[in-house]
């Protein structure tokens, strides 16, 4: 489709977490569901901020709220096959950030999905944009190591 960005390769990402899927993620149609991908993402891109960046999800100041996310569905995968997914940083602003995730089967260099997720950083209480946390910016900045295609 016009204006769709390039499938990016398993190269292409410098973070990789294994994720099982489960067999309750698979749908009638027999492979994973669509909705169950953008869990991943969550899955993927907050257990890095939490093990790389200090994030504290529970009690934390600050919170990283999703504004925007997109994926696209390259070919099926289904229970029991495990993923790995890959994450890095398309744009880091100052309040924001956009990552681009991959999920490959294991084994496999081509993408089955790719998409892209957006947070905003806001404080817990108000919900007002707040400067990205040190620790966090330091730890996203090693995930835009990588040229994007």
Not at 3 to 11: D, F, Q, S, V, Y
Not at 48 to 72: K, N, P
Request: overall charge negative; aromatic content about 12%.
């Amino acid at each position: 489709m016009p204006g769709e960005p390039k499938a990016l390769a398993r190269a292409d990402y410098p973070h990789f977490l294994p994720i099982a899927t489960r067999w309750m993620d698979n749908d009638v149609y027999g492979h994973v569901n669509n909705v169950v991908y953008y869990a991943y993402f969550d899955t993927v891109i907050n257990r890095y901020l939490i093990d790389e960046g200090g994030l504290d999800i529970a009690g934390g100041a600050d919170i990283g709220l999703c504004v925007e996310s997109h994926c696209a569905y390259l070919r099926p995968v289904a229970f029991p096959d495990v993923l790995d997914a890959g994450l890095r940083v398309a744009h880091l602003g100052r309040t924001s950030v956009r990552y681009e995730i991959g999920f490959f089967a294991r084994g496999s260099d081509d993408a089955a999905a790719q998409g892209w997720f957006v947070h905003v950083f806001v404080d817990r209480a108000t919900r007002r944009p707040v400067p990205l946390p040190a620790s966090i910016r330091a730890a996203l900045e090693r995930l835009t190591s990588r040229s994007a295609p």
